[in-house]
């Protein structure tokens, strides 16, 4: 888009740029009219690209704004994997503590039985290399009564102290069976929380890169579209000081024609024939002397009226942009307000002209203009090839275009360029 929009504005104005200016000295009115026709063709085509570059940027501002409001849902998605993965994050610690205490629980049953084995072992080692003893033998061996009982509660609690290692031992063997069943069952969620962990961390990054498509999509667009429509302006800038040559040298011409007549007339007449003079030359102003370098060869375009915005940086008062470029002075007048020309010329713009809204632009010759914008809609006193002089009144002041409240803009420019009017009041 861009490059397309760069490739357009270089052959406009290559177009407009590369043809000769001393092949007007040799052109009729009738050649100069066909190619002010073609221009103002071109300047149609321009400003049609001006139009498109505005449709194309107010619908990327729309679908920008529609994009802000999807983008704080994506960030509320954000926050709540955020959440999410956080949670998981902490049960995948918790797991862990798990899985190390019922390994320390296996590892301590695991080695009560290992001991009891080697106590059994030993047991059943010493009933080997001493032979079986009777309970009952033991009983029957006692000497009296007193001894039988002490000796019935001794093999009492050898029995229970058996049974008990038994039992025990039975337990614990249970007991690793169902810690290593647990440890499988911690081990299979541990693998299925860090499956979640990387799942969640996939769509934290999915929803991070949507977002930043999102923030940078359209304001490339918008981008594109600004750049589209300042190399149109500089376009229609390049088509309107063509046009304004042409004119000149178009009434060059017609003084010269007008000169002829003069004195063809002159010589017809006997007794004037040889006091005929050339007719005076038709001058564009009666200030027109005074289009020479320096300052105050301008007149204040209107009576009255503070200065509400100088020349120079500012802080756009409607995009709200800081450091943007302010090409003229505003005048704040009332709408309404008479507009006159600051100096005599030729008028090569009385129309609509992008953010200026109604525009009138006058060439006082030498590369020197003077621009007025923001007047009022039907407030034109002039049109586009009239020729003013300096005090005119040319439009009315108004409100239109970008503009916050009633003023007059007024610009200056050498050879296309912005200057500081001030120099020039």
């Known amino acids: 888009m861009k490059k397309t929009a760069s490739l357009l504005a270089f052959t406009l104005?290559?177009?407009?740029?590369?043809?000769?200016?001393?092949?007007?000295?040799?052109?009729?009115?009738?050649?100069?009219d066909q190619q002010i026709k073609q221009l103002e063709g071109k300047a149609a085509a321009a400003k049609q690209e001006q139009k498109k570059a505005a449709a194309n940027k107010k619908e990327a501002q729309h679908y920008k704004n529609k994009t802000n409001a999807y983008l704080k849902v994506v960030m509320e998605q954000i926050n709540v994997v955020s959440d999410e993965l956080a949670n998981v994050s902490l049960e995948i610690e918790n797991t862990e503590e798990n899985l190390r205490t019922t390994k320390k629980d296996l590892q301590a049953a695991e080695e009560r039985i290992v001991a009891r084995e080697k106590l059994l072992e030993s047991?059943?080692?010493?009933?080997?290399?001493?032979?079986?003893?009777?309970?009952l033998d033991v009983l029957l061996?006692?000497?009296?009564?007193?001894?039988?009982?002490?000796?019935?509660?001794?093999?009492?609690?050898?029995?229970?102290?058996?049974?008990?290692?038994?039992?025990?031992?039975k337990k614990d063997k249970q007991l690793v069976v169902d810690k290593k069943a647990e440890l499988d069952k911690q081990y299979a969620?541990?693998?299925?929380?860090?499956?979640?962990?990387?799942?969640?961390?996939a769509q934290l990054n999915e929803k991070e890169q949507e977002?930043?498509?999102?923030?940078?999509?359209y304001d490339a667009k918008i981008e594109e579209s600004e750049e589209l429509t300042q190399e149109q302006e500089d376009v229609l800038i390049q088509i309107?000081?063509?046009?304004?040559t042409l004119l000149q040298e178009k009434n060059k011409l017609r003084e010269q024609q007008a000169a002829a007549a003069a004195k063809a007339k002159a010589a017809a007449a006997a007794r004037a024939a040889a006091a005929a003079k050339a007719p005076t030359k038709v001058s564009t102003s009666s200030n027109e002397t005074t289009y020479s370098a320096g300052n105050g060869i301008f007149s204040k375009p209107v009576s009255g009226g503070r200065i509400s915005s100088p020349f120079g940086?500012?802080?756009?008062?409607?995009?709200?942009?800081?450091?943007?470029?302010?090409?003229?002075?505003?005048?704040?007048?009332?709408?309404?307000?008479?507009?006159?020309?600051?100096?005599?010329?030729i008028v090569i713009m009385a129309e609509w002209y992008s953010g200026y809204g109604y525009t009138v632009i006058v060439d006082h010759g030498g590369g020197l203009w003077t621009?007025?914008?923001?007047?009022?809609?039907?407030?034109?006193?002039?049109?586009?090839?009239?020729?003013?002089?300096?005090?005119d009144i040319i439009a009315e002041s108004g409100n239109t275009g970008n503009s916050t409240g009633p003023h007059l803009h007024f610009e200056v420019r050498e050879n296309g360029t912005a200057v500081n009017p001030m120099n020039y009041l």
């Open 13 to 32: 104005l290559a177009g407009l740029t590369l043809q000769p200016s001393d092949g007007y000295a040799k052109s009729s009115i009738s050649d100069i």
């Open 240 to 244: 309107a000081t063509k046009r304004s």
């Open 313 to 345: 940086r500012r802080t756009h008062p409607i995009t709200g942009e800081v450091g943007k470029m302010h090409n003229g002075v505003d005048f704040a007048v009332p709408t309404g307000t008479s507009v006159h020309a600051a100096s005599g010329g």
């Open 141 to 169: 061996s006692s000497t009296s009564f007193s001894d039988f009982l002490t000796r019935a509660d001794s093999l009492k609690t050898i029995v229970d102290q058996d049974q008990h290692l038994l039992d025990e031992h």
């Open 189 to 201: 969620e541990a693998k299925s929380l860090y499956a979640q962990k990387k799942q969640r961390k």
């Open 211 to 217: 977002k930043q498509v999102l923030l940078a999509s």
């Open 123 to 135: 047991r059943v080692r010493l009933m080997y290399t001493d032979g079986a003893v009777s309970y």
């Open 371 to 391: 621009l007025y914008g923001h007047l009022r809609e039907g407030g034109f006193k002039v049109s586009k090839g009239d020729t003013v002089s300096k005090g």
